[in-house]
């Protein structure tokens, strides 16, 4: 995944291209982290302004949603599932056997930027449990061999 470098016209022009549709906050900042892979603090006031919002209210979403990131991740981003049914299937111990082996942890990018891992809560692919995305592509019947062979 590439990345454009922040840059304050684009992103008011992605605002503004959003700020009437319904609940605008949301795919504001899905839209502005699909392009600057990620929504810095930069960009809270450009949106406070254009929602007519107070700064702190969209830093709390920001903060909220774990989707959501100030920095932007690595090339690659594998989101394993952490809930219920994928617990129930090992998922946890796979998901800290994964990140001891990468030396990571959880919202952690990679030293060579190759790889973020984030939680996720049930992906819809609880029948496949443990689940993950891996760069958003839905990954199920997870085992060490297989995250390793999609993830590193
Ligand atoms: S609990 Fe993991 S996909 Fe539903």
Same mark, same amino acid.
């Given at each position: 995944?590439?990345?454009?470098?922040?840059?304050?016209?684009?992103?008011?022009?992605?605002?503004?291209?959003?700020?009437?549709?319904? /609940? $605008?906050?949301?795919?504001?900042?899905?839209?502005?982290?699909?392009?600057?892979?990620? @929504?810095?603090? &930069?960009?809270?006031?450009?949106?406070?302004?254009?929602?007519?919002?107070?700064?702190?209210?969209?830093?709390?979403?920001?903060?909220?949603?774990?989707?959501?990131?100030?920095? %932007?991740?690595?090339?690659? @981003?594998?989101?394993?599932?952490?809930?219920? +049914?994928?617990?129930?299937?090992?998922?946890?111990?796979?998901? +800290?056997?994964?990140?001891?082996?990468? /030396?990571?942890?959880?919202? &952690?990018?990679?030293?060579?930027? +190759?790889?973020? @891992?984030? %939680?996720?809560?049930? *992906?819809?692919?609880? $029948?496949?449990? %443990? $689940?993950? *995305?891996?760069?958003? @592509? %839905?990954? /199920?019947? *997870?085992?060490?061999?297989? *995250? +390793? /062979?999609?993830?590193?």
């Amino acid at each position: 995944m590439t990345n454009t470098a922040w840059n304050e016209d684009q992103a008011r022009a992605i605002i503004a291209a959003h700020a009437a549709d319904e /609940g $605008a906050m949301l795919p504001i900042l899905h839209a502005l982290q699909a392009i600057f892979g990620c @929504v810095p603090e &930069a960009a809270d006031a450009l949106i406070a302004e254009a929602l007519n919002v107070s700064r702190a209210e969209v830093h709390g979403v920001v903060t909220f949603y774990h989707d959501v990131r100030r920095t %932007p991740g690595g090339a690659r @981003v594998l989101k394993l599932c952490r809930a219920e +049914a994928c617990q129930a299937m090992g998922g946890e111990a796979l998901a +800290a056997r994964f990140l001891a082996r990468h /030396g990571l942890e959880w919202h &952690a990018t990679s030293k060579d930027g +190759a790889l973020t @891992v984030e %939680p996720v809560y049930c *992906l819809g692919l609880c $029948a496949t449990s %443990p $689940a993950a *995305l891996i760069d958003e @592509v %839905p990954v /199920g019947r *997870l085992t060490d061999a297989r *995250l +390793a /062979g999609i993830a590193g």
